[in-house]
């Protein structure tokens, strides 16, 4: 679907990576039965293919939702108020990204820790490595493979 203020669509993918680099939410949009429901989590991420991690509660309507419908879209942003004298000119300066893919439940153990590591990546700096056994195996990881995005900026 073309964006409606295409002078605002940004493709470049390094500028792409540098915007979800520096958020710190991501917000995952679910269809639920006929509503909309949309959760924050935080993330880690691989890039070629993109691809996002979530860790999460076993259970609750987030993944009662993923085991009936595992489309998804989400939404990342980072924004500035812009203020003025007059009312009418007050704005945002904003970067957000929209993008849709689906989602799956990584059960091996390996699996698991990689998907950790990312989420430790993108918050940390580095790599953890030092979960325990125990905690891997009940720990509930998603994996948002990503079909498609867009980017918009407003400066």
């Known amino acids: 679907m073309p964006m409606r203020r295409d002078e605002r669509e940004e493709s470049d993918p390094e500028i792409i990576q540098k915007i979800i ?3 710190q939410v991501l917000r995952l949009g679910l269809v639920d039965k006929e509503n909309p429901y949309i959760v924050p989590l935080n993330f880690g991420v691989v890039y070629d293919p993109m ?58 153990p390996e699996d698991k820790i990689f998907a950790l590591d ?25 994996k948002l493979v990503v079909d498609s995005l867009s980017c918009k900026i407003s400066k």
């Not at 003025?84 to 990584?106: P, Q, T």
Request: aromatic content about 12%; some cysteine; proline content about 2%.
């Open 21 to 23: 680099e520096t958020s």
């Open 51 to 108: 691809v996002f991690y979530f860790h999460c509660a076993s259970e609750g309507r987030k993944i009662d939702i993923l085991r009936r419908n595992n489309k998804a879209c989400f939404q990342i942003d980072e924004g500035r108020l812009v203020t003025a004298k007059v009312a009418c000119d007050w704005g945002m300066e904003y970067k957000s990204i929209l993008g849709y893919g689906k989602v799956s439940f990584i059960e091996k």
């Open 118 to 142: 990312q989420i430790m990546k993108h918050y940390g700096g580095k790599k953890s490595g030092n979960y325990p056994p125990g905690q891997i195996k009940k720990t509930t990881i998603l």
